[in-house]
């Protein structure tokens, strides 16, 4: 439930979103120059290469399509599947059209601690239970990274925010 929390906040947050919706679910896709440069701003910020070095594998990690549900929501997401059932993770940053205040606010009335984080965007939180939120503007990108084995999801995290959120 409290896993469910978090979707339900990012899609009544992106509900004001003018965004156009992303391609369909159930495709993986492959990422181009022009996916880059003109796709989902989220696609923008994280791109394969990024999500190569926050998963820490060289191989296998491809784009998953992300349609961003009924909300639109502006999301871009790398995963792998290892050869072993539990080998596998997920990395995924999604963008919103909303001030980071608005953001931690909506957060913390569903009950999460927001933790700062020094040096990240114009303002960065952090949270084990919701990702990293991270403020740059009027836009918060939130960066979840999760993966089998990954003990340091956190300081993952904050790297991939350092390195990514100029993008935003």
């Known amino acids: 439930m409290r896993a469910l929390i978090p979707t339900l906040l990012l899609v009544s947050l992106a509900a004001c979103s003018d965004q156009d919706p992303a391609p369909p679910v159930g495709k993986v ?22 999500a190569k070095s926050a998963l820490g594998r060289e191989t296998d990690v491809e784009k998953l399509e992300a349609d961003g549900g009924p909300a639109g929501l502006d999301i871009c997401q790398y995963g792998y599947q290892g050869e072993a059932m539990l080998d596998m993770g997920n990395v995924s940053v999604t963008v919103q ?72």
């Open 97 to 168: 059209p909303v001030d980071l205040a608005s953001v931690k606010a909506a957060a913390e009335e569903q009950g999460y601690k927001l933790e700062p984080v020094i040096g990240v965007g114009d303002a960065a939180y952090y949270s084990s239970d919701i990702g990293l939120y991270v403020g740059k503007g009027n836009k918060t990108a939130i960066y979840l990274l999760a993966a089998h084995g990954m003990t340091d999801a956190k300081d993952r995290s904050i790297s991939l925010a350092r390195a990514t959120v100029e993008r935003l």
């Open 29 to 50: 896709v492959t990422e181009t120059e022009s996916t880059i440069t003109s796709g989902p701003v989220a696609c923008r910020v994280l791109t394969l290469t990024d």
